[in-house]
């Protein structure tokens, strides 16, 4: 859960004012230590993630999905030269889910 940023600058400058504790103040306002260190670290909460560009081909995964709708993600990856994790991921954004069994009724 990410607090807003109005709160976090109140949480900050009551503790500069009123000169307490990272404890003090944590339990004061019923927030994390933790939470209170990382804001004075960084008050603002991040927007973004410094996270490179997927090697994933996502038109190549969707064909590969049509050619291949029963392959597990291992011969996915293995086929693409990416990781399974990876292929996990990709799949996720796709909206791709696994496999449900049907179910059949005497």
Known sequence: MT???????????????????IAQVAKRFG????????????????????KPATRINMEMLAQDIKNYPDA???????????????INHALKRLGVTYKKKACVTP
């Open 72 to 86: 597990y993600q291992y011969e996915r990856a293995k086929r693409l030269g990416v990781s399974k994790q990876g």
């Open 3 to 21: 607090y807003p940023i109005l709160f976090r600058r109140k949480v900050l400058s009551v503790r500069e004012k009123e000169n307490l504790s």
């Open 31 to 50: 927030v994390g230590v933790a939470s209170v260190m990382r804001w004075i670290k960084t008050p603002d909460p991040k927007t973004t993630r410094n």
